[in-house]
């Protein structure tokens, strides 16, 4: 079965300081690695897909990048309006097997 | 930027009554899911459907539940008979392709059982 852990929990930065998420993830073939960012009481926003391990990618002061056993989302001098919760997902499996299988992710809080 | 939509945003129902959930996924995308979020816990798959027919499902996608797609905009989800524990927000995804590239997400209905 498809397991994905995030950690921590919970963050609480300052702004500016950066840090990292992690994703760790124990799969049979992934086809795919999923970050979201999902506001409270919204649905779950697309930021990254990653297919391969050394893959890396950015967006304004977010970059993901892909190991065999994990995934980090860095963000860098992290802003108020980064507070949200980030998601992570394995898309895994035989060609037919198309979902997604998410953590609980991790709920970061930015103070000005 | 298209977008994934969804009605209504809340629906609030008596166990043992039937909802229907609609969406209507991004115009060119070819495969459309439902995932569901019990309050606190994690985003879990429902059903994916393709070529108007159910290409996978979950253990939860049970009798009680039906996937439909009435016409080239629209995709519902419809719950027989409400449980208590059906309460949840429910989020349909859609995407180009089955194996890659992103699944978009739309906002999500919350459905209320009491």
């Known amino acids: 079965e498809d397991q994905v852990t995030q950690s921590p929990e919970a963050l609480r930065l300052q702004e500016g300081e950066s840090s990292s998420l992690n994703c760790s993830y124990t799969?049979?073939?992934?086809?795919?690695l999923f970050w979201y960012r999902q506001d409270p009481g919204k649905g779950p926003e697309f930021l990254f897909t990653l297919y391969s391990a050394g893959e890396e990618k950015e967006k304004e002061r977010l970059k993901a990048t892909l190991t065999k056993k994990e995934s980090f989302l860095h963000i860098t001098a992290p802003k108020p309006e980064d507070s949200a919760t980030y998601l992570c997902a394995v898309q895994a499996g035989s060609g037919a097997n198309s979902k997604l299988t998410f953590g609980k992710g991790i709920t970061l809080s930015v103070r000005p | 930027e298209p977008e994934v939509t969804q009605t209504p945003s809340h629906q609030v129902t008596q166990m043992g009554q039937e909802v229907i959930l609609r969406c209507v996924p991004i115009s060119n995308h070819l495969y459309f899911y439902w995932y569901r979020q019990i309050l606190g816990q994690k985003v879990e798959f429902l059903v994916s459907f393709y070529n108007n027919e159910i290409s996978e499902k979950s253990e939860i996608f049970d009798d009680q539940f039906s996937v439909e797609r009435p016409d080239g905009s629209n995709f519902t989800l419809k719950i027989r008979s409400t449980k208590l524990e059906d309460s949840a927000m429910y989020f349909c995804?859609?995407?180009?392709?089955?194996?890659?590239?992103?699944?978009?997400f739309g906002p999500g209905t919350r459905l209320t059982v009491l």
């Open positions: 995804a859609s995407s180009e392709a089955r194996t890659s590239g992103s699944k978009l």
């Open positions: 799969v049979s073939g992934l086809r795919g």
